[in-house]
């Protein structure tokens, strides 16, 4: 048995340490919407278009033409 822990010892503790990196690295991002990482990207990305649009005043032409087109004005 120490033979071969001596032999591949090292080989079986990088496996171990790619399989939990790799378990890890599965925990945080997970599945779209229900992960760590996922909620926070997804609000990072929604945070920044807000304040893009507001900064360049789409919001509220966005929103006027959303109105004319659904009231059937704006032509």
Do not use: C
Request: no cysteine; glycine share 14%; proline share 1%.
């Amino acid at each position: 048995m120490q033979d071969v822990l001596k032999e591949y010892g090292p080989a079986l503790i990088t496996v171990v340490a790619i399989i939990a990196l790799i378990a890890v690295i599965s925990f945080l991002i997970g599945h779209d919407s229900d992960s760590i990482v996922g909620q926070a990207f997804t609000g990072l990305i929604e945070n920044f278009f807000e304040k893009a649009q507001s900064a360049a005043g789409l919001a509220a032409s966005a929103g006027e033409a959303a109105g004319d087109a659904a009231s059937g004005g704006g032509l």
